[in-house]
Nanobody
Framework: QVHLVETGGGLGQAGGSLRFSCVASGRTLSSAAMGWFRQAPGKEREFVTQ????????YYANSVKGRFTSSRDNAKNTVYLQMNSLKPEDTGVYYC????????????????WGQGTQVTVSS
Protein backbone atom coordinates (compact mmCIF):
# COMPACT_ATOMS: atom_id res chain seq x y z
CA GLN A 1 0.00 0.00 0.00
CA VAL A 2 1.21 3.50 -0.87
CA HIS A 3 -0.24 6.48 0.93
CA LEU A 4 -0.16 9.86 -0.80
CA VAL A 5 -0.75 13.22 0.84
CA GLU A 6 -0.98 16.39 -1.19
CA THR A 7 -0.44 19.93 -0.02
CA GLY A 8 -0.56 23.24 -1.82
CA GLY A 9 -2.78 24.51 -4.59
CA GLY A 10 -5.63 26.84 -3.65
CA LEU A 11 -6.51 30.12 -5.31
CA GLY A 12 -4.51 31.67 -8.11
CA GLN A 13 -4.80 34.39 -10.69
CA ALA A 14 -4.35 34.10 -14.41
CA GLY A 15 -0.68 34.48 -15.18
CA GLY A 16 0.29 33.60 -11.64
CA SER A 17 1.83 30.55 -10.04
CA LEU A 18 0.91 27.80 -7.63
CA ARG A 19 2.83 24.86 -6.27
CA PHE A 20 1.87 21.39 -5.06
CA SER A 21 3.69 18.81 -3.02
CA CYS A 22 2.84 15.14 -2.72
CA VAL A 23 4.47 12.99 -0.06
CA ALA A 24 4.47 9.23 -0.54
CA SER A 25 4.69 6.77 2.33
CA GLY A 26 4.29 3.03 2.78
CA ARG A 27 5.48 0.64 0.08
CA THR A 28 6.96 3.39 -2.05
CA LEU A 29 9.41 1.03 -3.74
CA SER A 30 6.44 -0.54 -5.54
CA SER A 31 5.91 2.65 -7.53
CA ALA A 32 8.24 3.64 -10.35
CA ALA A 33 6.67 6.96 -11.13
CA MET A 34 4.33 9.61 -9.84
CA GLY A 35 1.70 11.37 -11.88
CA TRP A 36 -0.52 14.39 -11.54
CA PHE A 37 -4.05 14.42 -12.84
CA ARG A 38 -6.78 17.00 -12.69
CA GLN A 39 -10.53 16.99 -12.95
CA ALA A 40 -12.55 20.04 -13.90
CA PRO A 41 -16.24 20.24 -13.00
CA GLY A 42 -18.28 18.04 -15.30
CA LYS A 43 -15.22 16.65 -17.05
CA GLU A 44 -13.20 13.47 -16.98
CA ARG A 45 -10.05 13.24 -14.91
CA GLU A 46 -7.16 14.00 -17.22
CA PHE A 47 -3.44 13.42 -17.22
CA VAL A 48 -1.24 16.43 -16.46
CA THR A 49 2.30 15.16 -15.95
CA GLN A 50 4.37 12.24 -14.74
CA UNK A 51 7.87 11.94 -13.29
CA UNK A 52 9.86 8.78 -12.72
CA UNK A 53 11.49 8.27 -9.34
CA UNK A 54 14.82 6.91 -10.56
CA UNK A 55 15.73 8.94 -13.65
CA UNK A 56 13.45 11.92 -13.14
CA UNK A 57 12.06 11.48 -16.65
CA UNK A 58 9.07 13.71 -17.20
CA TYR A 59 6.04 13.65 -19.48
CA TYR A 60 3.53 16.46 -19.88
CA ALA A 61 0.13 16.95 -21.38
CA ASN A 62 0.23 19.37 -24.30
CA SER A 63 -2.08 21.72 -22.42
CA VAL A 64 0.49 22.33 -19.68
CA LYS A 65 3.78 21.85 -21.52
CA GLY A 66 6.05 24.83 -20.99
CA ARG A 67 4.01 26.10 -18.04
CA PHE A 68 4.04 23.28 -15.51
CA THR A 69 7.10 21.53 -14.14
CA SER A 70 7.22 18.36 -12.10
CA SER A 71 10.18 17.47 -9.92
CA ARG A 72 11.02 15.04 -7.17
CA ASP A 73 13.08 14.68 -4.03
CA ASN A 74 13.80 10.98 -3.61
CA ALA A 75 15.22 11.42 -0.12
CA LYS A 76 11.89 12.89 1.02
CA ASN A 77 9.68 10.63 -1.12
CA THR A 78 8.12 13.84 -2.36
CA VAL A 79 7.12 15.07 -5.80
CA TYR A 80 6.31 18.64 -6.68
CA LEU A 81 4.20 20.33 -9.29
CA GLN A 82 5.10 23.91 -10.12
CA MET A 83 2.33 25.61 -12.05
CA ASN A 84 3.24 28.85 -13.83
CA SER A 85 1.40 31.09 -16.27
CA LEU A 86 -1.88 29.88 -14.85
CA LYS A 87 -5.02 29.96 -16.93
CA PRO A 88 -8.66 29.80 -15.81
CA GLU A 89 -8.91 26.45 -17.60
CA ASP A 90 -6.38 25.06 -15.13
CA THR A 91 -9.13 25.14 -12.53
CA GLY A 92 -10.01 21.76 -11.08
CA VAL A 93 -9.21 19.20 -8.46
CA TYR A 94 -5.63 18.02 -8.72
CA TYR A 95 -4.54 14.54 -7.71
CA CYS A 96 -1.17 12.93 -7.36
CA UNK A 97 -1.00 9.23 -8.11
CA UNK A 98 1.50 6.38 -8.06
CA UNK A 99 2.19 4.05 -10.98
CA UNK A 100 4.30 0.88 -11.26
CA UNK A 101 5.79 1.95 -14.54
CA UNK A 102 7.07 5.13 -16.07
CA UNK A 103 5.57 6.71 -19.16
CA UNK A 104 1.93 5.98 -18.35
CA UNK A 105 -0.79 8.54 -18.97
CA UNK A 106 -4.00 6.60 -18.44
CA UNK A 107 -5.53 6.92 -14.99
CA UNK A 108 -6.30 3.19 -14.96
CA UNK A 109 -2.55 2.55 -14.84
CA UNK A 110 -2.22 4.27 -11.49
CA UNK A 111 -2.69 2.20 -8.37
CA UNK A 112 -2.77 4.77 -5.59
CA TRP A 113 -4.21 8.26 -5.38
CA GLY A 114 -3.95 11.28 -3.16
CA GLN A 115 -6.98 12.92 -1.64
CA GLY A 116 -7.24 15.63 -4.28
CA THR A 117 -6.75 19.37 -3.85
CA GLN A 118 -8.78 22.17 -5.39
CA VAL A 119 -7.16 24.75 -7.64
CA THR A 120 -9.19 27.76 -8.72
CA VAL A 121 -7.71 30.22 -11.19
CA SER A 122 -9.48 33.53 -11.62
CA SER A 123 -9.20 35.63 -14.75
Amino acid sequence: QVHLVETGGGLGQAGGSLRFSCVASGRTLSSAAMGWFRQAPGKEREFVTQISWRAGSTYYANSVKGRFTSSRDNAKNTVYLQMNSLKPEDTGVYYCAAARQSGLRDRSDYDYWGQGTQVTVSS
